[in-house]
Every structure is written in structure tokens, then in C-alpha cells.
């Protein structure tokens, strides 16, 4: 037979795509850098001519493999915004003249600096909050990132505080990130995306009926983390925990899986007459994990300090705390009130770190300022399930008014833990008042003072101070330390200060990766 078959063939362009070394399988900061690839296209008839191809660069998600297209031009340039993780990158050449499609592939990985620094809390003029983070880089310098929160749907208001655990490898379940509001109080991831996982009320299973009707507030969750003046700042103790709310105050431990409840509030004395709580707990902060840490706490109704009559996890209430003759201050107060709390991170040992808490008169024409400074309770170590020991006094200094000016008029207190040092502002002046030398330094910060905020990274006697000009809206985020023997010394850090566009309330430290971030953006491979 003849065969009649047409061997005419016309030639097909063929495309081959190549990446240069540098361009191909990048690491990339997700919110600071951007991805660029210029990749060198060759045809076999068409050579470079790029009018005849169409181009799409795209990630690849899910089991439908949905497209996320980041570029449709030949060279990519593509601001990074998925979050961190490992990703694969496609790039499709298509010939115009013949349909046919060409794909090279590949790699990205992503991270992100927000895993560890400094969240900054602050409100804008309409009072609106806002959170920030001060992010430490690879080559050690510091990085301003705005808005690491969206609060574009919610608009929370009323920047109350943050409040993070600490991060420990394994317990990442039982680690937690809290933001204050004055119209919610919000648990969010901790990860790299500071997303909403839901309101104290709704997750955190606390039984307050017998105290309150109102819907439960979140104010502390102790311990706090505690100060290794490293990087990776420790959950304190993982075994137990305890939460102050508006109305009441809880001791419990943690389960096995993660899971949190509350029963009992304990801000009684056996009697179910439940008093109001000072809003923080006394805890000795150290500078490591242990289980032998117990509060104190403070009545507001009997103005008096109290600490728990049992262990974390127990059925328990509060016992009042007996006085002595010549002791250097009393537990039970009379005609005299809590102003301000705060625990310090002393380095020496953390059996002896302090507590101190400023008082002041009630009544009489001459209102005097003090500060109390204690060590508070533990476990009996020869009977641990009883009730812990008493808290230790360690001494009273009375506010000496002629030398620390205006101290009665101050907006923020905030004590060294090196140094009997403590720090108060009026206005735009910083007071830097030794308590026990009764000396004194101050220095105009330029515009009010709206934060001063320990640091937990970097040592002892060095702290975060923001200002704000309500005139012009903006402020400066500053570095400072104190330095001295009996006349403190202020220092500020000039190679560390950023300006702001917010009103800073709180300052929190940060670490960790969540392995429980929401569900993954668009383009994550899974």
C-alpha cells in the first residue's frame, strides 16, 4: 500500500527558563524584604523576543492547589507578606502562538524577626490601640514594625497592658499572650501574626459568679516571665498558675493537654465574703524556672496584704498576715493605702528577690509617701502541701518630700532591680530618687512622659521610656539606664531611640515561636 501520510511538520518553539544562582531558593523577611527575580528566557525560535509569551509567577496551596498569583510581568518584585515557613514559588511562561506552557520552580523560606523583641502597646489620638514591635535583627540592629495587630475591624479602645508568660520549649500550650483593653480583653497568638484566638471570658474557664455578676476582667497572670537577661526569656513556672480578675483572685495548675480551669475564686477568708483585689499578684520573678513560688496579694476593702492558705491547684482562701512589734512596716494597714506594685529581678539569687509596693497616708494634712519592700511567700519545703510560709519583711523607706518634689503629683513609677533606685515622672521630667541615700537626679525628656518600662533583656538598670506631644501627635521611644552609687546618674542611649506615632502604654518582651498560629495565608503550602 502507498502511504499517503502528511510529513510536512512545522516546528514548535521550545522555551527554556533559568534562574540565576543568587535569585533561586531565597530567605526573606516577611514585612521588610521583597523578593525580585529577573530569570533569563530562551526559545528556540523566538529566542528573547518577549512579546510573544505570557507570564505568571504563583504560589500553590491546598489539595484543590489553589493559585495565589504574585506577578504577571517577566521580572518579579514581590513585597513579602506570607507568614514564616517554607514555600514553593512557580513561574509559567505560556507561548502566545501555540498555547503550550512552561513552569520552573523554586524555593522560599520566610521568617520573621517578630519572633522575638519588644511589643509596644500605645493608643492613637481617637483612642484607638495600637500594637507595635521593636524587632532585633540579624546584623543586631533594632527594627520599628507598625501595626503587628489588626484592629481595623474590632477598633478596640483603651490601651490597658499586655501580658505574656514566658515561652518554654514543649509547654507551648500553656503559653500565653494577653491584650488589655479597656473594651476587651483578648488572648492572641504569639507567633509572628498576633492573631485573635478569643476573649478571657469565653476560653479561660473561671467560675466568678460567687464574686461578681459582671463579666469577668483579665488584669494578671502569674507568674510572669522571668528576667534571664538573654534573648530567651522562660516561663516561670509551668506546673502552676494563677489570675487576678476584676472581682477575684484564682490559683490552679495547668492540665496535662493544655487545658486551664479556675473554680473557686479565693479573695476571702473562708467566709465567701469576697473582697476587692489589689490588680496584680506579688511573685518573686528570678532569673529561673522553679516550682516553689507563692503570691501575696493585697485586700483593697481592708487594706491589708494576705497571701493564699494553700498551694496552686487546692480549695483555697486567704489568711490575713500577723504583725510584730518592731517590725519596719505593717501587713495590715492603718489609715494608709497601696499606690503602686511592682516585682524586681534581682540576679543575686532568686530566693531573695524583692517585692516593693509604694503606700501613702489616707489622712491627716501631711500626706506621706513609702515604700515596703518584702520577699513573699513559698512552699513549706517539709510540708509542701500545707500552707506556705510567711512573707519576709525586709524594710520601709519613707519619701523624703523636700528632696523627691512632686513625687505625690507623679504619673508613672517604675524601681531598678539593682539599686535602691526608683524612677517617677511629672510631665516631660524624669526623677531618678534613691531611697535609701535620699538623693536625687531628674532630667527634662522633652515632651510627657507617657511610659517607663523595665527591661527583662539587658540587665538590671536599664529601662524603656516613651514620650508624647498630644500637640503635634508623635513621640520618641528612648533607650535609657541609670547608672551612680548614692547619687543616681541618668544616661539616655542615643544610638537607640525611635520616633512614634502612638501614645506607648506598655512595653512587653517577647519570644517564641506559636505552633497554634490561625489558619495558614494564602499561598502556605500544607
Not at 206 to 217: K, L
Not at 238 to 263: C, L, Q, W
Not at 418 to 447: P, R
Request: aromatic residues 14%; charged residues 25%.
Amino acid at each position: 500500500t502507498k502511504d499517503k501520510g502528511n510529513y510536512d511538520y512545522t516546528p514548535l518553539n521550545g522555551v527554556t527558563i533559568a534562574f540565576a544562582n543568587e535569585e533561586a531558593n531565597q530567605t526573606l523577611e516577611k514585612g521588610f524584604d521583597t523578593l525580585r527575580i529577573h530569570p533569563e528566557i530562551k526559545g528556540d525560535i523566538y529566542g528573547e523576543n518577549e512579546e510573544n509569551y505570557e507570564y505568571k509567577w504563583f504560589f500553590c496551596s491546598g489539595k484543590e492547589h489553589k493559585h495565589t498569583v504574585v506577578g504577571t510581568a517577566k521580572d518579579l518584585e514581590w513585597p513579602v507578606t506570607f507568614k514564616p515557613g517554607d514555600y514553593t514559588l512557580y513561574f509559567q511562561v505560556m507561548d502566545k502562538s501555540t498555547g503550550l506552557e512552561w513552569i520552573k520552580s523554586t524555593g522560599l523560606s520566610v521568617f520573621s524577626e517578630l519572633t522575638q523583641g519588644w511589643m509596644l502597646l500605645g493608643e492613637l489620638p481617637d483612642r484607638e490601640i495600637r500594637l507595635d514591635m521593636l524587632t532585633k535583627k540579624a546584623d543586631n540592629s533594632l527594627a520599628l514594625v507598625e501595626n503587628i495587630f489588626d484592629n481595623s475591624e474590632m477598633h478596640l479602645k483603651g490601651a490597658r497592658g499586655l501580658n505574656f508568660t514566658g515561652f518554654r520549649s514543649g509547654k507551648q500550650s500553656i503559653t500565653h499572650l494577653w491584650l488589655m483593653t479597656d473594651d476587651k480583653d483578648l488572648r492572641l497568638t504569639w507567633g509572628n501574626n498576633f492573631l485573635p484566638v478569643g476573649e478571657f471570658h469565653e476560653i479561660i474557664e473561671v467560675e466568678e459568679m460567687e464574686a461578681s455578676r459582671e463579666t469577668p476582667r483579665f488584669y494578671d497572670m502569674f507568674p510572669r516571665q522571668f528576667g534571664g537577661y538573654g534573648v530567651m526569656m522562660g516561663m516561670r513556672s509551668f506546673n502552676e498558675r494563677g489570675i487576678v480578675t476584676e472581682h477575684a483572685i484564682y490559683m490552679s495548675k495547668p492540665g496535662y493537654d493544655g487545658t486551664e480551669t479556675y473554680p473557686n475564686p479565693m479573695n476571702h477568708y473562708g467566709d465567701k465574703k469576697f473582697f476587692k483585689p489589689y490588680p496584680m499578684a506579688f511573685v518573686q520573678l528570678g532569673t529561673f524556672p522553679t516550682g516553689n513560688i507563692l503570691p501575696l496579694f493585697y485586700d483593697m476593702d481592708e487594706e491589708c496584704f494576705v497571701k493564699p492558705n494553700a498551694n496552686y491547684g487546692s480549695t483555697a482562701n486567704c489568711i490575713k498576715l500577723a504583725d510584730r512589734v518592731g517590725d519596719p512596716f505593717p501587713w495590715n494597714q492603718y489609715k494608709r493605702t497601696i499606690v503602686y506594685g511592682e516585682n524586681l529581678r534581682e540576679m543575686s539569687s532568686d530566693n531573695y528577690c524583692h517585692c516593693v509596693a509604694i503606700m501613702k497616708d489616707t489622712e491627716g494634712v501631711d500626706i506621706n509617701y513609702y515604700i515596703y519592700k518584702f520577699i513573699p511567700t513559698k512552699k513549706n519545703i517539709y510540708f509542701p502541701t500545707g500552707a506556705p510560709l510567711d512573707p519576709t519583711k525586709k524594710g520601709c523607706f519613707t519619701i523624703n518630700k523636700t528632696i523627691a518634689v512632686d513625687f505625690d503629683k507623679a504619673s508613672h513609677y517604675m524601681f531598678l532591680s539593682s539599686g535602691n533606685v526608683v524612677l517617677y515622672s511629672v510631665g516631660a521630667t524624669l526623677y531618678a530618687y534613691n531611697y535609701t541615700y535620699e538623693t536625687i537626679t531628674s532630667m527634662d525628656m522633652g515632651a510627657d512622659i507617657c511610659c517607663i518600662d523595665a527591661d527583662v533583656v539587658f540587665g538590671t538598670n536599664v529601662f524603656w521610656l516613651a514620650t508624647y506631644d498630644e500637640t503635634t501627635q508623635k513621640g520618641e521611644l528612648k533607650y535609657m539606664g541609670v547608672g551612680g552609687n548614692q547619687t543616681p546618674i541618668l544616661a539616655v542611649d542615643d544610638e537607640v531611640g525611635f520616633p512614634v506615632t502612638m501614645k506607648i502604654k506598655d512595653v512587653e518582651w517577647k519570644y517564641g515561636e506559636d505552633p497554634a498560629e490561625e489558619e495558614p495565608e494564602e499561598g502556605e503550602n500544607k
